[in-house]
């Protein structure tokens, strides 16, 4: 794999710092089309990026499709549909104290940004938070993992075909070109890894002041309760999220807790479902359904972790090391029950087909067993048919995300935040969740400059201005007046203009944040500040507060284009 060399890094990282400061990325338009260009790239590349996927990870084109290319190009089209949404100023209520004025809060780009990806996923850890960095009016760096050759080359030649550098580019490299990429500033670094190499991009971001979300690893539990759902709808679905990827997902289940009157069916129900899926044990190697490991080094990690939990007193259940092959990176599906708490696979995350069943009594002892694990889950899972007994575990034990009879799936659901939580991580993805995270929401306050809203100039020195009486006047106000609606602000405001203010127009501008013309003050006159408090009461007697707001809103757009 030839790497980025350091001089490029600077001059990629320079070139899209020039191309933020000239606000190109900031129009919603710029941003569609950028968001376009990755539509149009996975659909016109698919085969080249599944093919980079099955040389990396034997990835079969489905498992491809579904978890890497399909999800990030639903990533993109669903920015596309939103982005005015998502990108729209929220006006929202004022304290009253600081009457009259507005207050809003503005979605704006942060400005270069940097996606490193770890090698499980590599198309879609890196594409899909590049969506949301091109979405939110970002330029993006995308650094690929090196464990992934194939889908870094293809990403390294292919993405310059789409888009320009200053844009988005792909940084290629192992630790030393990470290393480059940390000493530069970056107005948001989205890192996907392990929690090892997470402190080291959290504590080399320190040192720049750059902003980082982490996307990290652990150990995720799952746990079937004495009164579990349908067993084979249930085997099916765990043995599914663990073997997707060879069992090397984030939010695999790591280990299994069964209430132990279930023990005997699980491990039956397991053994199955597995069978079904990919064959008889012997059999399984030639099944080319089942991805491989990322390397040799991965595949012997999983091997010496069974033999661990053998001499730890693990019994197999099914699969295991003599089934394995380093050389071809593979190692079967693998279920082990009951070894020693002090197996490796039961202190480091496994991120391998390996799923250890441990057997518990009552629930109590299920969250005792969970707490004594080092970390903070990254999901929690819960198999059982009383909602209550889900909630018991949620409030118990904390985690990044969590899913009631299944699993994997929230993942895939974008209207909820993906991310971790202590030692999973901070910060989230997906969606608007991943668009936010790219944003910087800028609160704004404007207040019309006139004498009349001084209120006898209670806030400037002298303080003792009325006496004793300006401290608890203040203080009054400021703790027992509500706040404002935004509606109501305007109203206000549209009032304090018939005392003798320059009128609705000058409202509306400065309600807009921007400073009057002296000919659009001129034009202002009394018809147009009777008009505008009668359409911001008329829409608050027809629609509510929402349909004056939003006329308002509009009222204020209107000036702001005058
Ligand atoms: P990793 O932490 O080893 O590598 C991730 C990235 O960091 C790579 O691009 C790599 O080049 C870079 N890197 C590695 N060592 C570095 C160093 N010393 N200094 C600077 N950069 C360095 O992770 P991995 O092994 O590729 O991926 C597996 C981990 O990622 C697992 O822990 C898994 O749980 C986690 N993961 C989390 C999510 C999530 O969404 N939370 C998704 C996928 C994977």
Known sequence: MSSTPNEKISALHEAQKKLFATSKTRPLMWRKQQLAKVVKFIDECSTQISDALTKDLGKTAFEGEVTEIEVTKLEALEAIENLDSWSATEYVSAPGALMPSFCEMRKEPRGV?????????PFSTGFGPAVSALAAGNTCIIKPSEMCPATDKMLRDLIPKYFDPEVLAVVSGAIPETTKLMEL????????????????????????????????????????????????????????????????TCVAPDYVLVQEENVEAVLEAFKTSLENMFGKTNEQIKNSTFSRNVSVDHTKRLISMIDDAKSNGGKIVTGGSEYGDAKAKYFPPTIIYNPGPKSKILTEEIFGCILPIIPYKTNGDAIRYINTMRGTPLALYVFTRIREHFDFFMDAVPSGGAVHNDVLLHFACSTIPFGGLGTSGYGSGHGKHGFDSFTHTRGVLSKPCKGIFEFGGIRYPPYDRYGGFSGPLFKFLVAKLPNIPVMYSTALYYSACTLGCVGTMYLALNYAGVEPREDAKASVNGLTKFIGELIVDLGKWIGGEGLARAMARQAAQTCRAA
């Not at 940004?113 to 996923?121: C, D, K, M, R």
């Not at 670094?189 to 190499?197: K, L, N």
Request: aromatic fraction near 8%; avoid cysteine; charge should be neutral.
């Open 113 to 121: 940004t940097l996606v490193i990806g770890p090698f499980n996923y």
């Open 185 to 248: 500033e970056w107005d948001m670094i989205f890192f996907t890894g392990s929690e090892r190499v997470g402190k080291i991009i959290a504590g080399a971001a320190a040192k720049t002041l750059s902003p980082v979300i982490l996307e990290l690893g652990g150990k995720s539990p799952l746990i079937i309760t004495k009164e579990m759902p349908e067993l084979e709808a249930m085997a099916n679905r765990i043995m599914w999220g663990k073997t997707i990827n060879a069992g090397q």
